[in-house]
């Protein structure tokens, strides 16, 4: 009797020995923390608030900022100002700021809210040109991190669906501030072009160039039997082809007599119709910065009595953390899928499966590599999904309903192997990038299921343990999933 209750003791403690050492190699080793989510419209209302109180200091990093003239006060001319206020009162403001080559007009517009931040005593970086900054990463006082979805730019904060996490915990804001330190490392203090500026002048000579222009023009019309879109921009007629009015004109050399002195930025070139053109060249504004200092002195004023919403962030105590930036996301994200036992839901504005590496790709994968860790994610869920784990997927499908060959064919598989899959409404872009698993764990972040983010981006990311949290986040998909539509392509 003794020796069978001995026996009996000796395997519960070796079966409860090897669920600790299986929890602690699937579960993520967390820091806590009070978490609170600040979705959607929430966001500007926390890093607004958390920004007017800011004491110490505020580091940030945007993929994308936008200033609107054509609408003072808004909310992303409101966080602009807010960073400027943080700074003239005496905290330390940085900010790292995306710049890149390949995306020439937003690279463009963020230099032109870094040069108002600059001449207001903010300290401003540029990312390096060969590296895209996509995190959206934002650290006060040493004390809040929020990271998640959202730009500073219109559709973001007014009608994207957007999934942000806000953290109280000193040691996840040292853990993003090293984060952020490493990439303020390999900045660069004062910006230069990620292309290379040409004279105008040297333009002049050949016709039939593209010229992205980001003013407003007079008027716009369309003659369909040459189908060419003629604009009219200061007096000067402009003809449009194969592109929307709106991003890319044609100039008559007549307009370079009228900005002497200007540079033009080469994008690329394509093979049009056999003929080889200029892809899009960006004409720069010099008087844009000066003009958006006057706009914001002049909206002070309304900026300080603007109704905005209060933020309302509802805390959840008890929560642990672990951050995942950059290359630490996949290998994670793995582990954690591989200890699900229940459920994985997923609300991804991209998910793809590549047969070869992306040509845009930065480095060389080694013979028998995979073409991407994304595949791995997949595979990850299809196995799950095999096993009769609940998997979940709703994803952006653009404003069309027809989302791109990559991301379609990772829906398809994921679908095939049993997974439910669905498509965002239509009405809204779905930008967030989150998952839930199990009924314990949160992921949240910048980063996409994509080539680019999951293996070359600076991406901010975490997982959260939050019971509620992940109560929280189960009911925000199943909404947007009741707000799409399964998925059928």
Known sequence: MKRTLAISIVIAFCIVAALVIYLRLTAPAGIGARVASADDREYFTAVHSLLKSAEQSVDVILYQSRFYFHYPASKSNAMISDLIDASERGARVRVVIERAGWNLDNTEENRDVAQVLDRSGVEV??????????????????????????????????????????????GVAGAFTRYFEGIVEVSDRGYTSPLEPIPAEEFLESSGRYVLIRDECDSASYDPDSHTGYIYFDGLKAAVRERPLEEILVLEPLFFTEAPGETVRVLGRINLEGDVDLDALDVESKGTPEAITVALEREKEDLETAEFEEASLEWLDGAKVKPIPNRLYAPELKKLIDSATDRIWIAMADARYYDSTPRTAGKTKEPGEIPSLTNMVLGELVEAAVDGIDV???????????????????????????????????????????????????????TNWSYHALEENNESAVIVQSAELNEHYAAYIQALIEAGTPFEQ
């Open 125 to 170: 970086y540029f990312d390096p040109p060969g590296t895209t900054s996509h995190a959206k990463l934002v650290i006060v006082d040493g004390r809040y991190v929020i990271v998640g979805s959202t730009n500073w730019s219109h559709y973001a904060l007014d009608s994207n669906n957007e999934a942000n996490v806000v953290m109280d915990s000193e």
């Open 392 to 446: 979940r997927l709703v994803c952006d499908m653009g404003w069309r309903g027809s989302a791109p060959p990559d991301r379609v064919t990772f829906m398809r598989k994921l679908e095939a192997a049993g997974g439910k899959v669905y498509a965002d409404s239509r009405d809204v872009t779905t930008h967030a990038k989150m998952a839930i698993v199990d009924d314990a764990f949160v992921v949240v972040g910048s």
